[in-house]
């Protein structure tokens, strides 16, 4: 079932891979993550990454004439992809690519005043996806070099704590910032980034995080696909979680509960 993306606006409403090939990246997170696919309406290049049947991301083949990099990027819901972008370029960020029509919506990929890339989607969004550490799909962090701009940033580009009634809400705890919207934690900004870093864990991006029941094989499965652990398994009182590179170098989290 689909939505539309004026209903759920200021949302992370999607996650992709752009990939130097489908089939590759296919049977990477196949193998890894357990994933299926299938194709979609967006044309011959993209495919729905599913698990156990659930819609979980997407794997997009990158064209030959756009220099976009091999990476996992979150996309938020917009009334307005031309307004957006708009906003983005008043703000002193970058629009890199976009807006572009495809059959259910617009998309354009843009990077904030840090350089942290992040798309935008104006059209149908899939209903049953959602963002959130406790049951979503996926859930998003920004780690950033000023968690505070970047919250006033985004708030200003995605209409975040306005007063339209479903709006997200921010919030400043324990040292990061968390958007919710309706109760359901959506996204995280956290600070401590450095611009420039040659380490990519370092700089300024967004994280794009996935569940999984079983962290070490996860880790084990990655190294026998051609991908590997990029960080040590890092341990909270909730779940255990590392960044994993799959073998065309794009980075993405995997966690495992454990409280």
Do not use: K
Request: hydrophobic letters at 45%; aromatic letters at 10%; a negative charge.
């Amino acid at each position: 079932m689909t939505t539309n993306s004026r209903d759920v606006f200021g949302v992370p409403c999607w996650v992709n891979l752009t990939a130097p090939g489908l089939a590759e990246a296919e049977e990477f997170y196949a193998g890894v993550l357990g994933w299926t696919f299938r194709a979609t309406r967006l044309g011959e290049n993209f495919r729905i990454a599913l698990l156990d049947g659930r819609p979980v991301a997407s794997v997009g083949a990158l064209a030959p004439h756009l220099t976009v990099p091999t990476a996992w990027t979150p996309y938020f819901a917009v009334d307005d992809a031309e307004v957006t972008a708009a906003r983005v370029r008043e703000r002193g960020a970058t629009m890199a690519v976009g807006p572009l029509a495809f059959a259910t919506g617009r998309a354009a990929l843009a990077a904030d005043p840090s350089g942290a890339v992040f798309g935008f989607w104006e059209g149908e969004v899939v209903q049953e996806w959602h963002a959130g550490q406790d049951d979503g799909a996926a859930w998003v962090e920004l780690r950033t070099r000023d968690a505070f701009a970047a919250a006033v940033f985004y708030g200003e580009v995605l209409d975040w704590a306005c007063e339209r009634p479903g709006c997200c809400d921010v919030a400043y705890e324990h040292d990061h910032v968390v958007v919710r919207r309706g109760g359901r934690t959506v996204a995280r900004i956290d600070a401590g980034a450095v611009e420039n870093a040659p380490d990519p864990q370092v700089r300024p991006r967004w994280h794009v995080h996935f569940a999984v029941a079983d962290l070490d094989g996860t880790v084990d499965r990655a190294a026998r696909h051609g991908g590997g652990a990029v960080t040590p398994v890092r341990s909270s009182p909730t779940d255990r979680r590392v960044t994993l590179r799959d073998r065309s170098g794009a980075l993405f989290t995997v966690s495992e509960a454990t409280g």
